[in-house]
């Protein structure tokens, strides 16, 4: 059927994923991803084929992955959340000229932003942005640039790989260039673990999310002038009137 499905799973457990996403991926000769994410997946298909890559191996999976659609299988190339934030649709859309005779489809998943919000109530309530900490494929000079740009538009901030192994200061450093326009007191919140079995979350303030311990699995939220916590969680206002 020379057919590439790009498949976002949302946080990788069987409730929090999409109807079409399961199909996808009963319906695929062959599923390919990063290997945390397969083993996620293993318990929930263990009779599917499954072809893993590490950190850095992803031009080389949406490669192999689109080679073996173009010989007739059917193929599913999974993302974490969803596969066209921060995810492997573009790549795949950027190799696919070599690949001519394969179809490729997105289909959409749940991300971090949506799932983390849900937990804490409702922090991006009102216009937000998505920023990932990430310098591998994006310079720290255009980071910086975008997060002055958020925080004088006053829009709640989603974070995404706030720090690694190899990043340890990144959520300090994009603190310290938010607290440059943004007051110390900004309400903020930290989601670790989303939709697994070791979920948590915190809620916190500018001045003090710059000294928090995070990693690869945190997401973190920056309310706007207006968000608040009300009984416990973090609420951004759309501005309804209300008596």
């Not at 893993?52 to 007739?72: D, N, S």
């Not at 696919?96 to 971090?112: D, R």
């Not at 995404?160 to 990144?170: F, I, K, L, T, V």
């Amino acid at each position: 059927m020379h057919r590439l499905m790009v498949v976002g799973i949302g946080p990788g457990n069987a409730v929090n994923m999409t109807e079409a996403c399961r199909n996808a991926l009963l319906g695929a000769d062959a599923i390919f991803g990063y290997t945390p994410y397969l083993q996620l997946l293993k318990p929930l298909f263990p009779h599917k084929t499954f072809f893993g890559t590490g950190m850095k191996g992803e031009v080389a999976r949406c490669r192999a992955a689109l080679g073996l659609a173009a010989e007739g299988k059917v193929v599913s190339l999974v993302s974490s959340g969803d596969a066209g934030i921060y995810g492997m649709a573009s790549l795949v859309y950027e190799l696919s000229p070599e690949f001519p005779s394969v179809t490729i489809e997105v289909v959409p998943g749940i991300t971090a932003a949506i799932s983390g919000a849900a937990l804490l109530g409702s922090p991006l309530g009102h216009d937000f942005a998505v920023i990932s900490l990430s310098d591998l494929l994006t310079s720290w000079d255009l980071i910086e640039k975008r997060l002055r740009a958020v925080a004088a538009g006053d829009l709640a901030i989603c974070i995404y790989n706030p720090a690694s192994h190899g990043r340890r200061d990144h959520l300090k450093r994009a603190c310290d260039i938010l607290l440059e326009i943004l007051p110390p007191d900004r309400v903020c919140a930290l989601v670790r673990n989303i939709g697994r079995t070791e979920e948590t979350y915190a809620l916190t303030t500018l001045g003090a999310l710059r000294t928090r311990q995070v990693d690869m699995l945190t997401t973190v939220f920056i309310g706007n002038a207006k968000t608040r916590v009300l009984n416990g969680k973090m609420i951004t206002p759309r501005g309804y009137r209300h008596a």
